[in-house]
């Protein structure tokens, strides 16, 4: 799972891309103009970017400059036309990571998004089967258990415990837990965070995930 923001201006492949990351278990969250795109880029935190070069307002080549100007480190997955060697050229020198040729395969899409993740720190383990003690977690297939005993977890508290299990022993704070599980447009606020945890710990244990005073939640690795 990784919170994934997509800068298409065809609001068709736009949506088509948007659908098959979400049943891929990704966050979605889509921008189709480069000035709503930089805007988001300054203020939300993304574990991808995919970015059209041919956009409104900005183009895709001064979102991307400007993002890497300003310390961005999050992966970018350039869009080009098929015949636009000049653009995947000054792409990939603007700090893009990759390019993709339209039209494209959603397979291919999501091939080139698991090669990008598995390249950054926070996504280093990318296995489908997740394990922290005697919890099991199948980010395939959404299965979790407990001691091989099966729980049933809504959506996103299972989003929450994979990106707890994905960064263990690592303290994150509720807005920060707000920021990268859930949709930067979502009315949910810390509050929210709060009755998840609260939920997980009912089914999985009150060990499940520690507090650490004044300072948020960790799975510790076991």
């Known amino acids: 799972m990784a919170k994934v923001l997509v800068v298409e201006d065809d ?3 736009s949506g088509r891309v948007a659908e098959w990351l979400t049943f891929e278990k990704h966050i979605v969250e889509q921008s189709f103009d480069g000035k709503d795109a930089d805007e988001k880029l ?5 574990e991808l970017v995919v970015l059209d070069l041919n956009l409104p307002e900005l183009s895709g080549l001064q979102v991307c400059r400007k993002f890497r100007s300003a310390g961005g480190t999050t992966p970018i997955l350039i869009l080009t ?3 636009a060697i000049q653009e995947k050229e000054e792409g990939l020198d603007a700090g893009a990571d990759d390019y ?17 993740l598995r390249r950054t720190d926070t996504n280093k383990d990318l296995q489908s089967i997740l394990r922290s003690g005697d919890l099991s977690v199948d980010s395939v297939s959404h299965t979790v258990e407990l001691a091989g005993v099966p729980v049933q977890l809504l959506p996103k508290e299972f989003a929450l415990l994979e990106f707890f299990i994905r960064h263990p022993n690592e303290v994150f704070s509720p807005e920060t837990l707000l920021d990268r ?3 930067s447009s979502s009315d949910s606020s810390v509050d929210t965070v709060y009755t998840t945890i609260k939920t997980l710990r009912k089914k999985l244990g009150a ?3 520690k507090t650490v005073h004044g300072l948020g939640y960790k799975m510790e690795h076991s």
């Open 11 to 13: 609001v068709d492949l």
């Open 42 to 46: 300054r203020f939300y935190k993304y």
């Open 81 to 83: 036309g098929k015949d």
């Open 100 to 116: 993709l040729t339209k039209p494209f395969h959603m397979r291919e899409l999501s091939a080139r998004i698991r090669a990008l």
């Open 181 to 183: 599980v859930w949709e």
């Open 207 to 209: 060990k499940v995930l």
